[in-house]
């Protein structure tokens, strides 16, 4: 029972560990996505000018830097500019383009995206495994402790019962008010004796 517990507590760990940062990710993805879409419709519809404070907060939910340039590449407008793609792995940003005309003239926003939180959560789990493994062992112990306890005493009283029988003691009584299979099989034994 101990074993069985562990291995299903370690399995659920296990999946969280695995799902958790995929999910977290593409929910950050999602979210990425659709606020910058947002921005660049009200980017499009006001200018840049009045859209700077709608900018920075942008970038400050997503983590993300901002730089919009002229059609010829010349920058107009930049925002937390640190390289970002020299100081992570590809895997954990996102890069979204999009071109906009403001009064007959074209710009492009391209906004990109650090993920590096989704694997500082992945971290964190991994940084918990000890005492998520002391943790499960605790509970399969005490579980399996108090199912064993709950399977076997109707075994140990039928063991009692037929070691007085078996001495020719017919006193005994069954007290048994379990309904399952091993209260029945009690009932059974016993009163067909």
Not at 94 to 122: G, R
Request: overall charge negative.
């Amino acid at each position: 029972m101990l074993v069985i517990l562990m291995i299903c507590c370690i399995l659920i760990y296990g999946m969280v560990m695995i799902f958790l940062p995929k999910n977290y990710r593409s929910d950050l993805e999602s979210q990425f996505v659709s606020e910058f879409q947002a921005l660049v419709q009200n980017i499009e519809k006001n200018g840049v000018e009045t859209n700077t404070q709608n900018i920075v907060s942008f970038s400050v939910r997503n983590n993300a830097s901002i730089v919009i340039t002229e059609e010829n590449g010349k920058e107009i407008y930049s925002l937390n500019t640190k390289n970002i793609e020299d100081n992570i792995s590809a895997d954990k940003t996102l890069n979204t383009v999009a071109k906009v005309n403001i009064n007959n003239a074209t710009y492009h926003i391209n906004a990109v995206a650090s993920f590096i939180a989704v694997s500082q959560s992945y971290d964190v789990l991994i940084k918990l495994l000890p005492w998520i493994c002391i943790l499960i062992i605790f509970i399969a112990t005490i579980g399996a402790y108090f199912c064993s306890s709950y399977f076997s005493k109707p075994l140990i009283k039928i063991c009692g019962v037929a070691k007085r029988m078996s001495e020719l003691d017919m006193t005994w009584k069954c007290d048994t008010n379990r309904v399952d299979e091993i209260g029945k099989e009690i009932l059974d034994q016993f009163y067909k004796e």
